[in-house]
């Protein structure tokens, strides 16, 4: 299974163009099964979709996970996740994270895999106790959850000692800025059932211009 992580910075290029559709471009280059994306919806009022929901039909073979607490959001603290279309979805659910900026993770279970998208805060300590929420919330499920998505991190050594004792972390590669990629604030936890067999950034003349992170992506199987 093909799993992707994007955070689309609200469909906004780094030529100040929103353009929802050269999103799905890039997404539909990686051709992942399962999309986790950050920054998903638009942050005022009800959070409109930065994608609407029938350019996501009409161009692509996805469907939108149902983690959305209203009509015109397509996630949940900008988090949603896009599966391909047949993949059987066992459960949806919401995580609460603290902070002092409103945050949240989203999961779905497919294919026997809890997927876990997440946008994690600014600050470090407030990063670590989402990371902690996110692992109790995981309890009993861990060997078979990934969770990915902007973790914020700018560092490589510290910073996901919530999660060491649990879950292996690989951060495929810098993905931030996309112009001039120089730092890995996205990446991939997964639990010991799980193994990633290829991984990588996604660096395409599309991807440099559709939003200011690079898509990450990685192969996954049951181990």
């Not at 972390?169 to 996205?186: E, K, Q, W």
Request: glycine share 10%; hydrophobic share 40%.
């Amino acid at each position: 299974m093909k799993v992707a992580s994007y955070n689309i910075r609200k469909a906004m290029g780094t030529d100040r163009r929103r353009d929802p559709a050269r999103i799905l471009r890039v997404l539909n280059e990686i051709g992942a099964d399962v999309v986790l994306l950050q920054e998903a919806d638009l942050r005022l009022g009800p959070r409109p979709t930065a994608i609407p929901r029938f350019l996501i039909e009409q161009e692509t073979d996805y469907e939108v996970a149902d983690v959305a607490i209203n009509e015109v959001s397509i996630g949940w603290h900008g988090n949603a996740i896009f599966l391909r279309k047949g993949m059987k979805v066992t459960r949806t659910e919401r995580i609460p994270l603290p902070g002092l900026e409103p945050r949240g993770a989203v999961l779905v279970e497919a294919g026997g895999v809890c997927f876990v998208g997440a946008h994690l805060g600014l600050m470090r300590r407030f990063r670590l106790l989402q990371m902690t929420a996110i692992r109790e919330h995981l309890k009993g499920c861990e060997a078979t959850s990934l969770i990915a998505g902007d973790f914020n991190e700018w560092s490589d050594v510290r910073g996901y000692e919530p999660w060491e004792k649990d879950f292996t972390l690989h951060l495929p590669g810098p993905s931030f800025h996309a112009r001039r990629p120089f730092v890995a604030l996205d990446g991939i936890a997964h639990g010991q059932g799980l193994r990633i067999d290829d991984m990588g950034v996604w660096r395409t003349g599309k991807a440099r211009v559709a939003s200011d992170h690079l898509p990450i992506w990685a192969d996954i199987t049951r181990s």
